[in-house]
Every structure is written in C-alpha cells, then in structure tokens.
C-alpha cells in the first residue's frame, strides 16, 4: 500500500523504462510513486539471459530487475502494488490513477511504462492446456521439461533465445517458423543453428495444441506451402509470437495508434500534457531494455521541467 494519495508523479509500470523515470524523477526531489500489478522487473522476469545491456557481459533477467529496482527507489520513490483501471484528466494540474484495489492517487504527472505481454496464437487447446504444457515463460517453466522434448512456436529474437535456454535443459526443441526464415538477430541464429538440440522447421503453424486428461502432447501443424496439415509430438509448447501493448485501460484518452501503442514525441509526451510515456508501451522501432531506459531517463528529467512549469 502506498504511504498517501497524492503524489508529484505516479508512474504506472516497474520494468526497465518505468523504473528508471522512477529514479531520475525521484532524485530531482519530486514525490513518486510505482504501480505495478506483479514483482517490480517486468519483462526482465520473464528473460533467462541478457547479453545485449551495456556494463553486463552476460545477467540473469530477474537479477537485473533487483539491482534496478534497488537503483531506483535509492532516492526515495514508493512502490506499491496495484493494477491500474484508468486515468481521469481533472484540470489543467492534475490528474487522477485509479486501481482495482479501489486506491485512487493524485499526480501532476503520470509516466506509463505498462509494456506489453507476450501475443497468444489463439488456437484450440491454448487455454486449455496453459499451465499444464503450455508456457510463455522458459525461465519459469523449463525446468519441469527436463530431457524432454519441447515445441517453440516464433521466429523472432524471443523464440530462439528462450530456445536456446530451453536447449540446456529439454532433449529437443523443435522451432516451429510460420514463414521461410527467422526474423532473430543473426548472432542468435548463429547460435541455435550450431546447437545440436535445436531443430527448426520453417512454413509450418500450429493450428491445434493437442493433449490427454492430464497434459499435452503435442500439436497439430499446417504446412503454409504445401498445405498439407501433420502432428508433431512434444510435452511443451512454448509460445513467443510476438507481443501486444498493455494499453487497454488507456484506449478512452486517445493517445494509441491503431494496434494500441502509445504515440509520444521524442520527449516522451504524450498529446494530453502530464502524461508521458515510456518503454515497450511506446510506438517506436526498436525495443529492449537499453531503449527503454532511455526513454526513462527522459521522461524523468521532462516530468522534472513540465511539474516546474505548472
Ligand atoms: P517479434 O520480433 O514480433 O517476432 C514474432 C515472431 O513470431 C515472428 O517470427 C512472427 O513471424 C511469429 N509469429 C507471429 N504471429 C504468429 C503466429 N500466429 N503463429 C506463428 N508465428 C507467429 O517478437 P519477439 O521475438 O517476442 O520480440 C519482441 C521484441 O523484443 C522485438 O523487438 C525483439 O527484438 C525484442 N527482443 C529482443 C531480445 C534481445 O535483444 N536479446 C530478446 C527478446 C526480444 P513472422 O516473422 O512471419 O511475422
């Protein structure tokens, strides 16, 4: 629970971007506040290795998520939990931050950095079978498929890094690629074409995820070429076909684009003053962590000048 209710700057998401406006904000004597709806680290928890984030060689997703999370409440921003249900424009000063635990918090200045959780393919059996086979998390799920034989569906960045940490412990991970190559960094294809446990199967999707009473057991497939539709035995299918903005409670202020990503200028504003956005939420080309922090460090110094301004 949060100490008060009103507060200079609520900041709605503690991932990478929304903890680093945290820090910047708070070490300019302004009064935060975090929300977040899970442990503070976002995406960051759902990450095995990072490899790619200046000043670390190689560290573990959830142990970056603690150093940042230690970083950016060193200057005294709150964190409280909390899933954020909308935002209310009052005035031209304030605004409004209401959450499912019925808290409402007053800020001048609202920074989202909700991110974006990872898309569902939305075929049969997905839902059924979550939990019970089906995973979105390597980090968390992998080591219950211990020498065994495992699906990932994706072609992306995520898809073969979780792959690969998947290949350490499974005794196959079969790719699955909807189209004819992969759209993962060359380096990390690199990687999983020298790993000897790591198979992939190109113009093939999943169009069923198929199991008994207790778990699954594999998956029907098309062939996006020749058209012809097979099966393919596994104990788990992880999913990473990409991500969608977690943006829905925001839809009624206008500030998305068409998929739902939050549209900002380069100083983080959003169209509507006092409230900036962050991190994977944002329309932008590229996203990762070091983007996201960047994007942090603006919006805290921006929200430092617009709360000056008022
Ligand atoms: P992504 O880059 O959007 O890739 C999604 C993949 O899933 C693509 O191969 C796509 O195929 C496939 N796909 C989409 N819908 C599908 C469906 N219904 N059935 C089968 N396949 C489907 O997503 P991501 O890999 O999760 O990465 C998200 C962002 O995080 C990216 O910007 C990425 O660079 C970044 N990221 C970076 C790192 C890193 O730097 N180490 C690690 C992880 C993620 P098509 O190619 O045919 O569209």
New binding site residues.
Partial sequence: MANKDHYDVVVIGAGPGGMTAAMYASRANLSVLMLDRGIYGG?LNN?AT???YTGFKSIKGPELAQQMFDGSTQFGAEYAYGTVTKIEVNDDKTRTVFTDMDDQFIAKAIVIATG?E??H???PGEDEFSGRGVSYCAVCDGAFFRDRPLIV??????????GLYLANLASQVTV????D?????PL?QDEAMKNDKMKFIFNT??TEIVGDDAKVTGVKTHNNKTGEDGEMPADGIFI????VPMTKQFASLGITNGDGWIKTDNTMKTKISGIFAVG?VRETP????ATAVGDGSIAGQQVYQYIQSL
């Fill in positions: 995406n990450t990072i490899e790619n974006s990872q898309r393919l939305d075929v569906v994706g072609g992306g960045d995520s898809a073969v890094e979780e699955l690629v909807r189209g190559k992969l759209r993962a960094q990390l999707s999943v990473y076909v990409g991500n994977d590229l996203r990762q962590i």
